[in-house]
Structure formats: C-alpha cells, structure tokens
C-alpha cells in the first residue's frame, strides 16, 4: 500500500493536489486483508481521510467482484467522475468498474414512443422541458435521468416513460438489444467493481432468494460508504409502503397501456374511476387520525375496516378484470399482479398480523402513506446479507460512540467483526472553536425558542452569514424563522423553498448567506470555503420517542430489558451531532465556528457522550468571549 499511496508513491504522481495520509494506508491494508480472509471490518474514518481511495485500491488489487454501495446517488457519481479515473490510472487495462441505480433512474424507449404520442403533463412548465428530454431521449447513450441537469426532481412526465419493472416485456420488447436498463446489467456482470447506493442494494437483497428479480450480479465482497445509513434504508426495504400515490400511479400505468394496446374500454374506464374514488375514501378516514407520523394500534384499523373492505374488493375486482382480457399483453398481466400486491399488502397492514413490524401512517403534503417496516434489522441482515458476503467493509465518519462499536455492532447484528478508528489529520484546536452557552434556558423551556433565536441572530453577525442553522425540527425551523426572518444584514435561505440541490446552489454562490434546515442538511453535504463559516444547532438531537420507529425500537429494547436511552436514543443522537458538525470542517484550510445552544450537553451526566464524540474543539461559553476567539482565528485574512 505505500508503494501506491505512500509518500512518493504512485498515487502521488498521478494526483496534483497529493497529500499523504498514514490513515488512508492503514484503512486500504485492514480492507484489503478483509479481501483476502473474509470476515467483516467497521470502519470510522475521520474527514479528510481519503476513505474512497482507501477502499477502492484494495477492490482493484483484490482480484475479486466487489460491490460499493453508498448511502446517496452523489456519491455513487463522484466516485464513478472523480475516484474511479483515478483507479484508471493506479491499475492500466487491469479493473473494470461500472455504475447501477434503480430502475426508475433509467429511460424506457418503448414507454418513451408511448408517452410522446399522447404526451400528458401536470402543467405548462412541465410541457415546455419535454422537448430537451425528447432532445436527450434520441442521444443519450445511458439513458440515465441525472445526464438532463435541467429535469427537476418531481418531473411527474418521467415516471410515464422510465424502466419500471412491472412494465418491462423482458427479451420479447422489440427494444431489448439497445434497452438502457439490460446494458446498465451487462455492463455490471462484465465489471471488476460495480458502485450502487443502499436503496438499489436493499432492494435487491430483500428478494435475491427469488431469482426472478435479481438485479445486482453476485459478488464477493461488499463495501459500505455512509454505513451509518444502512438501518434506516434497509428497514424501508425489509419492509414496504402503500399510498393514495402508489394507486392512481398504477392506475395511470395502467389506463396508459391500455391505451398503446388498443384494449381501453368503457368498462376499463369505469372500473379505473371506481377505484380511485373508494382509495381516496379509504385514504381520506387514515388521514383523519390525524398527526403527520403516528404510529398505528388495532383500533385504527377497526376505524377503517369497512373502507379497508371496499378497496381490496375493488382491487381484486381491478386485478381479475386485467387478467382475463383477451389478448392480454405482458405489461397489462403484470399491473394486474401489481393490483394483487397492493391488496395483499393493505391486507397486512390491516391485521397488524406480524409482531416484529411496526405499522404507521404519515401525511405528506396531498399524499397519505402507510407503512410496514421491522422494528430490529439485525434478524434480516443475519439471514440475507451476511451468509452472502464472503467479505463485507462498513465504513462512515459516524460510526463509534464512547470511544466504541456497540451500539452499530447491536444494530446491524455483527458478531466480533474487525474494528478500526482512523482519527481526522486536520488540526481541530487551530480550526474551529465551540461554542456551548451557558446562560440559555433548556429547551423544554416556554423562553428557548426566543432566546435561541437570539442567540443565533448574534452568532451570525459574528460569522457575516456564512452558517448552516441546523435544527432537530421543522417546528423549532419554523419558529426561529419566524422570529428572524427578514431582521438580518444578509440573505436567508430556508430548506423547502426550493428543491435542495438549488438551494445549496444559492448558498455557495452567495457568500453572506444563511442556510435554516433540518435533518436533510445535517449530513451527506459538502460546501467547502468560505461559504459556510459557522454550524450553529440548536439542540441535541434526540430522536424524537413518539417517532413510530423510534417509540417501537425503544419499546424492543426496553422488552429485552436493556436502557433505550442508554442504547439506542444518546448513541443515536451523538451520532447524528458528529454528523452535523462534520459540515463544517471539510480541508486542511477550513476554519470556522461550532454551537450548540443546549445547555445540557454541559448540565447532564450524558453530556460526556457527546463531548466524547467529538474532536477536541477549544470551547468556549461566554458569547464575549467567543467573540475574541473567532477574531483570534479568522485573523490575518484567513477564512472567516
């Protein structure tokens, strides 16, 4: 390993910007000797580590079939745009490396030619983008959506003409040869590394004892970046979700396919209407529960058992009228089995029949969703992911607490894998300051909220702007908001008014300002630079307990006669603080201010959790102070 990334070693031949970390070379030895033995390895990797290199040299000169699975579809591209050419030029002619997402990201052709000969668009502005997404259609090579920079996230059109699975023909689509979707799989079979994110693996995971739908080629070993997002990712697929959306979508589909095999009918028509109106009614009684998450109990589906009734009746009705058409084609056959699946589903979700899922409902705009998702994880990585994996790698900047692994170990289900820390080379004493007022309120307090809002207008005349304002709420976002909104000397940013890429856009071009956001922006964001000068949090993020997921973790652990703030609430929250925090320091060149306006994180005997999550930070708790120290460390014209 020092021969490729040690002082003077190939890498740094390769690299302009080459820095030599001794924690980058000790990560590539411990993975690539996991490579050879099998087992399993956890990983926490300080920022600026280089983690990326550090795996991928070991996978390229492993000789084997390795996975890399990250927690965001970001990643997945730099890694491919910025890490892989880098693997290029390491190892000439010698690894193959290919990209996979999920089906959704990838045009369909044939639904494609469909939808542009009856086009339907939810609005004008809608209609006006499709003809640079025709344009693209005609010469994209990959057909994947993140090539149209210009398509927003929400662009209803595409899920009217991208590859979804139960719309595929399979080899009989007179597409098949040039089928985006069949390339992107053969180009992974053919490759040495294929990069995923968890979603895609999880998915795929959840049905690998079904050969039918298997996407991802087998593998010898699995590496996974942003590990500390692996349990809430996997619970979302090891478990499943219906919603008002999730119908009129396979109703939409299916009106659209009808249409294309000259099939749509009067009686069609009619059988479509009556089942959007009774899942709407049956929608409409899970949204008068009220509560946006709430965690659901039997009496809840008492409340809606006659609605429950109408729908799966009209479901069944649907999926027996598809399947019996003459000349039924294979996409038709298949929204048929859809409408079987959502009925099975609602089924299951009415009964509350399995004891280690948890069931609840949120509202999220117009849209209603109920889910089923298990409450421990640990069971299903231990029956599906580990007997599979000769060698697995789980690596974050995120992943001890107190100075352990227990609490990812306990949650992920490990037994005695390999452990390593690798500590951050910045200077953390010289680059940052914290920041922990001692004369706020604890924020159970009736005067936080105002005091807090204060406090922070202060810190960012401080800072000129140029902060993250972090909260563990949109309540506590909006109240702040509102009491500053306007009353600053710079631009204020709020997560939600745009999509978030745009939003970020907004804050790096605009040096002064100031970002107000909620748990979306604590990780899996990088602003290097002057922009972002301060990460101010209002308090420490415990897990809300009458969060579904979190009330019935607690509850599981509480059975098993263990501490659920001891075991599952304060390492989660420490976890999520050094993940807030890593905002800010992201180069050797980086300089800026760390707060946090809870007093506990000093008051508590818990509060040492925290403190030892952390860096060694210079802290102060006198704002005056604070002041001289912030002058003190952004002097001589260096970031401020």
Same mark, same amino acid.
């Given at each position: 390993?020092?021969?490729?990334l040690g002082p003077?070693?190939k890498l740094?031949?390769?690299?302009?910007?080459?820095?030599h970390?001794?924690?980058q070379v000790e990560?590539?030895?411990?993975?690539?000797e996991i490579?050879?033995?099998?087992?399993?390895l956890?990983v926490?990797?300080?920022t600026?580590t280089?983690?990326t290199?550090?795996?991928l040299?070991?996978?390229?000169?492993?000789?084997?079939?390795i996975?890399?699975s990250t927690?965001?579809?970001?990643?997945?591209?730099?890694?491919m745009?910025k890490?892989?050419?880098v693997?290029?030029?390491?190892?000439?002619?010698r690894v193959?490396?290919?990209?996979?997402?999920?089906?959704?990201n990838?045009?369909?052709?044939?639904r494609f030619r469909g939808?542009?000969?009856q086009?339907?668009f939810?609005?004008?502005?809608?209609?006006s983008l499709?003809?640079?997404?025709?344009?693209?259609?005609?010469k994209?090579e990959t057909?994947?959506?993140a090539?149209?920079?210009?398509?927003p996230?929400?662009?209803?059109a595409?899920?009217?003409m991208?590859?979804?699975s139960?719309?595929?023909l399979?080899?009989?689509?007179?597409d098949?040869?040039?089928?985006?979707?069949?390339?992107?799989?053969?180009?992974a079979?053919?490759a040495?590394i294929v990069?995923?994110n968890h979603?895609?693996?999880?998915?795929?995971l959840n049905?690998?004892?079904?050969?039918f739908?298997?996407?991802?080629p087998?593998?010898d070993?699995?590496?996974f970046?942003e590990?500390?997002?692996?349990?809430d990712i996997?619970a979302t697929?090891?478990?499943?979700?219906i919603?008002s959306?999730?119908?009129?979508?396979?109703?939409r589909?299916?009106?659209?396919e009808l249409r294309?095999?000259?099939m749509?009918?009067?009686d069609?028509a009619s059988l479509?209407?009556?089942?959007?109106?009774?899942?709407a009614?049956f929608?409409?009684?899970v949204?008068?529960l009220?509560?946006?998450?709430?965690?659901l109990?039997?009496r809840?589906s008492?409340?809606?058992?006659d609605?429950?009734k109408?729908? $799966?009746d009209t479901? #069944?009705l649907t999926?027996d009228?598809? !399947? %019996?058409?003459?000349?039924?084609?294979e996409?038709? *056959?298949?929204l048929s089995?859809?409408?079987?699946e959502?009925?099975?589903?609602l089924a299951?979700?009415?009964?509350m029949?399995h004891?280690?899922?948890?069931?609840?409902?949120?509202t999220r705009?117009?849209?209603?969703?109920?889910?089923?998702?298990?409450?421990d994880?640990s069971a299903?990585l231990k029956?599906k992911?580990y007997?599979?994996?000769?060698?697995i790698?789980?690596?974050s900047?995120?992943l001890?607490?107190?100075g352990?692994?227990d609490?990812?170990?306990s949650r992920?289900?490990m037994?005695?894998p390999e452990?390593l820390v690798?500590?951050s080379h910045?200077?953390y004493?010289?680059?940052?300051v $914290?920041y922990?007022? #001692?004369?706020?309120?604890e924020?159970? !307090? %009736?005067s936080?909220a105002?005091?807090?809002?204060? *406090?922070?207008?202060?810190l960012?005349?401080m800072?000129?702007?140029?902060a993250?304002v972090l909260?563990?709420s949109h309540r506590?976002?909006?109240?702040?908001w509102?009491l500053?909104?306007?009353?600053?000397p710079f631009?204020m940013?709020?997560q939600?008014d745009a999509?978030r890429?745009?939003i970020?856009d907004?804050?790096?071009?605009?040096?002064?300002s100031?970002?107000f956001a909620?748990?979306s922006f604590w990780?899996?964001?990088?602003?290097?630079g002057?922009s972002?000068?301060a990460?101010?949090?209002?308090?420490?993020p415990f897990?809300m307990?009458d969060?579904?997921?979190v009330?019935a973790?607690m509850e $599981?652990?509480e059975?098993?006669g263990?501490?659920?703030?001891k075991e599952?609430?304060l390492?989660?929250?420490?976890?999520?603080?050094k993940q807030g925090?890593g905002?800010l320091i992201?180069s050797a060149?980086?300089?800026?201010?760390?707060?946090?306006l809870?007093?506990?994180?000093?008051?508590?005997?818990?509060g040492?959790?925290?403190f030892?999550?952390?860096?060694?930070?210079p802290l102060v708790?006198e704002?005056q102070?604070l002041?001289a120290s912030?002058?003190k460390?952004?002097e001589?014209g260096?970031?401020?």
């Open positions: 390993m020092e021969r490729l003077g070693g740094s031949e390769i690299l302009d910007d080459f820095e970390r001794e924690g990560m590539a030895r411990a993975a690539f490579f050879k033995t099998g087992g399993a956890l926490e990797a300080g600026g280089g983690k290199l550090a795996y040299v070991p996978s390229a000169m492993s000789g084997r079939k996975i890399i927690g965001t579809k970001n990643l997945q591209e730099q890694i745009e890490d892989f050419p693997i290029e030029k390491l190892f000439p002619s193959r490396c290919s990209c996979m997402k999920g089906r959704g990838y045009l369909c052709r044939r939808f542009s000969q086009p339907l939810r609005d004008s502005d809608e209609a499709f003809n640079s997404v025709a344009s693209w259609a005609h994209t057909g994947d959506r090539e149209l920079g210009s398509m996230d929400d662009y209803a595409w899920s009217e991208n590859s979804k139960d719309l595929c399979g080899s009989a689509c007179p098949y040869e040039d089928c985006f979707v069949t390339r992107m799989r053969s180009e079979a053919m040495d990069v995923v979603h895609l693996f999880f998915a795929d049905i690998r004892d079904n050969s739908g298997e996407v991802i087998r593998y070993a699995v590496v970046d590990a500390h997002l692996v349990e996997a697929y090891f478990g499943f979700t919603s959306y999730r119908i009129i979508e396979a109703v589909d299916a009106e659209r294309m095999a000259k749509a009918d009067g069609t479509f209407d009556r089942l959007l109106r009774r899942s009614k929608f409409d009684v949204k008068s009220g509560a946006e998450r709430r965690r109990v039997k809840d008492q409340r809606w058992a609605d429950a109408s729908l $799966l479901l #069944s999926s009228y598809l !399947s %019996s058409m003459a000349k039924t084609t996409p038709v *056959r298949a089995m859809r409408f079987v959502i009925g099975e589903q299951e979700i009415s009964d029949s004891e280690q899922n948890v069931y609840w409902a949120e705009g117009r849209g209603v969703f109920l889910h089923s998702s298990p409450t994880i299903h029956e992911l007997p599979r994996s000769g060698s790698v789980f690596t900047a995120t001890s607490t107190d352990n692994f609490f990812i170990e992920l289900g037994e005695n452990k690798i500590k910045f200077d004493e010289r680059q940052a $914290l922990l007022p #001692s004369d706020l309120p924020p159970a !307090s %009736s936080f105002h005091k807090a809002a204060d *406090r922070i207008a202060a960012l005349k800072s000129q702007g140029r993250f909260f563990t506590n976002l909006e109240k702040c509102g500053l909104e306007g009353k600053l631009t940013l709020k939600g999509p890429s745009v970020l907004r804050f790096r071009d605009d040096i002064h100031s970002l909620t748990y990780q899996g964001v990088d602003v290097r002057e972002l000068s990460v101010i949090i209002d308090k420490l897990a307990p969060d579904p997921l009330s973790r $599981l652990i059975k098993r263990g501490s659920a703030f599952y609430q390492p989660s929250a420490a976890l999520m603080l925090f905002r992201r060149e980086d300089k800026g201010l760390l707060a946090v809870d007093r506990r994180m000093k008051t508590r005997s818990y040492k959790t925290f030892n999550a952390l860096p060694d930070f708790t704002l102070s002041q912030l002058v460390l952004w001589k260096e970031r401020r």
